[in-house]
């Protein structure tokens, strides 16, 4: 093929692992001598005869929650222009239910692939260093317990939340209820902080906080007990773990015809629809996933360290209606 495309092998090499080292117009040339020639890449043939890959896996916690996809977009192109092949799948799947799918990190292994990005919260990092073995893992997003163990970036949830609690308080809400807690150490992390905001500003005795996780269901659900008043007042806002879970108390909301301000937390672009318009947290998922994959390209090429490396990214509050109800 090299001969025949008048080029190196060590080039159509490069071509065959996408590297932008290689100019346009060569690489069309040995693209078309593929094509007449009818060859086809086969990934995992040439990650077992080489025993490496220039593959990567990028793994998402959540299928159902779109903040992990705007992280997916911006750490696909960084990790693509390098040169790698990206491998996209879920963590679980329907068999294994809140755990992590072993199946599926054994394909990754037996491909060999260069490194892992894991986006998301995930019940245990060990699985996934035991997959890639002495290869690259980070965890874009996860909690805070992870910090210890792996490579990570993330957002500064205990931030982003007393920011929440702050602009409620400053518009005059006392019943401020969080839903949330569930799901894991970074719903605990945010309602350790809303506590935590709540008495800094004088209103510990209204702290409560009802159990649900990042769903939209898990929202509806404590949302429909909080506007019951759950053997109180019913608060005026609702700090909810994330924007999914705000959707879902929105709902509970409309269908009683309480009026109560919601906030939500990850800055979906749902949110922003008009007849939404929920007030919320961004996390600059964009920078979380530009660094995460930067992280694992490091990690890959062997300038990540000898010691696990904490990337925090600031979190900006974005105002829109649905807090400025409910008084």
Known sequence: MAQRAGVSKSLVSLVLRNSPRVSEE??????????????????AARSLATRA??????????LHNPWAFDVVDAARPVLEEAGHTVLFSAVTSSRAGDGVDTSLLQAYRDLRVAGL???????????????????????????PDYIDTADIVRGDDAAGTSMVVEHLVGLGHERIVH?????????????????????????GRY???LPADFSQESGYAAACRALA????????????????????????????????????YDNISLGAMPRLSLTTVDPDSATI?????TSLLNRISGDGGDSFIHRPVTPRLVVRNSSRIGL
């Open 117 to 143: 990005l894991v986006i998301g919260s995930v019940p245990d990092t060990a699985p996934f260093r035991e997959a890639i073995g002495a290869g690259a893992v980070v965890f874009a997003g996860g909690g």
């Open 207 to 209: 702290a409560k906080v």
């Open 229 to 264: 008043g759950d053997g109180g007042r019913p608060p005026t806002a609702l700090a909810c773990v994330n924007d999914l879970a705000a959707l879902g108390a929105m709902t509970a909301a409309d269908e009683r015809g309480a009026t109560v301000a919601i906030t939500g």
């Open 289 to 293: 996933g530009l660094l995460g994959a």
């Open 26 to 43: 060569r690489r069309l040339r040995v693209l078309e001598v593929m094509k007449d020639m009818g060859y086809e890449l086969n990934i």
């Open 53 to 62: 890959s220039g593959t990567v896996g990028v793994l998402v916690s959540d």
């Open 179 to 203: 839903l949330g807690g569930s799901g894991g150490s970074v719903a605990r992390e945010r309602s350790d902080a809303y506590t935590e905001a709540m008495e800094r500003h004088g209103l």
